[in-house]
């Protein structure tokens, strides 16, 4: 897995996004695509992401509508792409909440310039910035993320490494999913990047000694053979 920011490509074009996914990745830019905001949304659920490259021209919700509801959401940097040029469409992005505009057809060195000017003026602002809860409650736990702190029902609070705590976040944020290895460690270390020194199923077996009834019969983090960990009760935020 390489280390370098996580950008997605919201185009239905399949010929740009495989251009552009093979620009990124050999400037050492990790890539995921989306052909529309239903798949975008997916992608935003599932992962961490540094920068959005957002097609105007969507089927379905356009860029603008898109743009809009990130940005209400979240302060992940936007470059909108387009083939307009007018500049009522570029104005019109940038009131939307987009941190630059790149009208196609573009060259690649153009669009590499502007990706690490945008994450360059940004640092730090990947994190959603609309209202997030203080806490999480499933089963006999709460985990007070203001505090980073995880208790138990009996009112006796558990330690957690910054592993554990970022791995733990990352799953109550995403309860009765699916979560492969590398989604986990994406998700995890968008909160520190030294968070997970070790293996995500060494931190899973850490978490499961202190979360668990029965550790060797684990019931709150289960594994799903194939695909990854999953956290299985329901969760509730406030």
């Not at 975008?40 to 599932?46: A, G, I, S």
């Not at 000017?117 to 602002?125: E, K």
Request: neutral net charge.
């Amino acid at each position: 897995m390489q280390d370098g920011p996580h950008i997605l490509i919201v185009d239905d074009h399949r010929e740009i996004r495989e251009l552009v996914s093979r620009a990124l990745t050999k400037e050492g830019f990790r890539v995921s695509v989306a052909a529309d905001g239903r798949a975008m949304r997916k992608v935003l659920t599932d992962a961490r992401i540094d920068l959005v490259l957002l097609d105007l021209m969507l089927p379905g919700e356009d860029g603008l509508s898109l743009c809009r509801a990130l940005r209400a959401e979240s302060n992940i940097p936007i470059i909108m792409l387009t083939a307009k040029g007018e500049e009522i469409d570029r104005v019109i992005g940038l009131e939307m909440g987009a941190d630059d505009y790149l009208a196609k057809p573009f060259g690649s060195r153009e669009l590499i310039a502007r990706i690490k000017a945008v994450l360059r003026r940004s640092p730090g602002n990947t994190e959603d910035t609309g209202p997030q809860p203080r806490s999480f409650h499933f089963d006999r736990w709460s985990l007070d993320t203001g505090a980073r702190a995880l208790l138990r029902d009996d009112g006796v609070t558990v330690p957690l490494s910054t592993g554990e705590y970022d791995l733990l976040v990352a799953l109550v944020e995403r309860p009765q999913r699916v979560l492969n290895r590398d989604q986990l460690l994406d998700l995890a270390r968008g909160r520190s990047s030294a968070g997970l020194d070790r293996s995500i199923d060494t931190q899973v077996s850490r978490l499961r000694k202190k979360l668990e009834r029965d550790p060797g019969d684990p019931q709150l983090i289960k594994t799903v053979w194939g695909g990854g960990y999953m956290l299985t009760p329901t969760v509730v935020r406030k």
